[in-house]
């Protein structure tokens, strides 16, 4: 199986900081790669797809990219109804994987 | 209006057995791959599996920590997915989400969750 890690695992940061969460592959996933925002007693929600397309209705605040092993979700500033846990999923290859989460609080 | 609506969670014992729906609404259902992902409490995100759309042949794919215990199916005439699951352990005590996949990668649309302990 694919193993994805995310990092960080959990995170402080200001309102209208900007903030990035990386996933590393433990093999290239050719931009098969989505992020999904999770708030508490909430279902997950997908941000990005294909490593930087935006879904649409999502603030343009938000922001993927990476390719090969290495992608990255920027928030590019910081608002309240962004706290919550992020993880990122890769496609590529069956079984798809999730990466362990980052918690996102506000300092 | 699309609509995902998980059922059939509960308490049950070691080594046995249940069956998960989602009912779904709002869209043609047998145009989509359809999914399910469990969440433990506490811990991240795993997905288990999805059936593919009518284009595809209905095929699966499983995770190898379900595969063969649970049975991914879908009746198309009533548009509800179902989760089988079988010999079932304390580690598959979680929230369980079925989600609608647009597109490869993009999961457009989840249910609420069904919350499944497995204890004696």
């Known amino acids: 199986d694919i193993k994805m890690t995310q990092s960080p695992s959990s995170m402080y940061a200001s309102l209208g900081e900007r903030v990035t969460i990386t996933c590393k592959a433990s093999?290239?996933?050719?931009?098969?790669l989505s992020w999904f925002q999770q708030k508490p007693g909430k279902s997950p929600k997908t941000l990005i797809y294909?490593?930087?397309r935006l879904v649409d209705g999502v603030p343009s605040r938000f922001s993927g990219s990476g390719s090969g092993q290495d992608y990255s979700l920027t928030i590019s500033s910081l608002e309240y109804e962004d706290m919550g846990i992020y993880y990122c999923l890769q496609y590529d290859e069956f079984p798809l994987t999730f990466g362990a989460g980052t918690k996102l609080e506000l300092k | 209006e699309v609509k995902l609506v998980e059922s059939g969670g509960g308490l049950v014992q070691p080594g046995g057995s249940l069956r998960l729906s989602c009912a779904t609404s709002?869209?043609?259902?047998?145009?989509?791959?359809m999914s399910w992902v469990r969440q433990p409490p506490g811990k991240a995100l795993e997905w288990l599996g999805f059936i593919r759309n009518k284009a595809n042949g209905y095929t699966t794919e499983y995770s190898a920590s379900v595969k063969g215990r649970f049975t991914i199916s879908r009746d198309n005439s009533q548009s509800i997915l179902y989760l089988q699951m079988n010999t079932l352990r304390a580690e598959d005590s979680a929230t369980y989400y079925c989600a609608r996949e647009e597109v490869r990668g993009y999961f457009d649309y989840w249910g609420q969750g069904t919350t499944l302990t497995v204890s004696s």
């Open positions: 294909r490593a930087n």
């Open positions: 093999q290239d996933i050719n931009s098969y």
């Open positions: 709002g869209f043609t259902f047998t145009d989509y791959y």
